[in-house]
């Protein structure tokens, strides 16, 4: 699903929005959890999952061509772990689907 399927599903279920207010409010809820994910702090939305940044330290890694050593430097990374109910939702979902004959 993208931002523009996203808003076109609120938009259709949420009768008194319109495309534009929906388009507003998403942009929203994107800006605020990107500024925290920025300042560092953890996003959690219970029922779907959580948002962190981790930090990897700094390492020498290889380069696959030629065996050379390679400084990787430092970097913060995001992580997701989903919550409890998606991932029941998911793999269950994810089994009808699969158990439905092909035709």
Do not use: Y
Not at 31 to 54: C, K, W
């Amino acid at each position: 699903m993208t931002r523009s399927d996203l808003i076109e599903e609120l938009a259709a279920r949420f009768v008194q929005l319109t495309r534009r207010d929906a388009e507003f409010a998403v942009k929203a809820i994107l800006d605020a959890m990107n500024e925290a994910l920025v300042r560092g702090h953890r996003i959690e939305i219970r029922g779907f999952g959580s948002f962190a940044v981790n930090h990897r330290p700094p390492r020498i890694g290889r380069n696959p061509r030629n065996g050379d050593s390679v400084a990787i430097p430092e970097k913060r990374v995001l992580h997701f772990k989903p919550g409890k109910a998606l991932r029941e939702s998911v793999d269950q979902r994810t089994a009808q689907t699969a158990a439905q004959p092909k035709a």
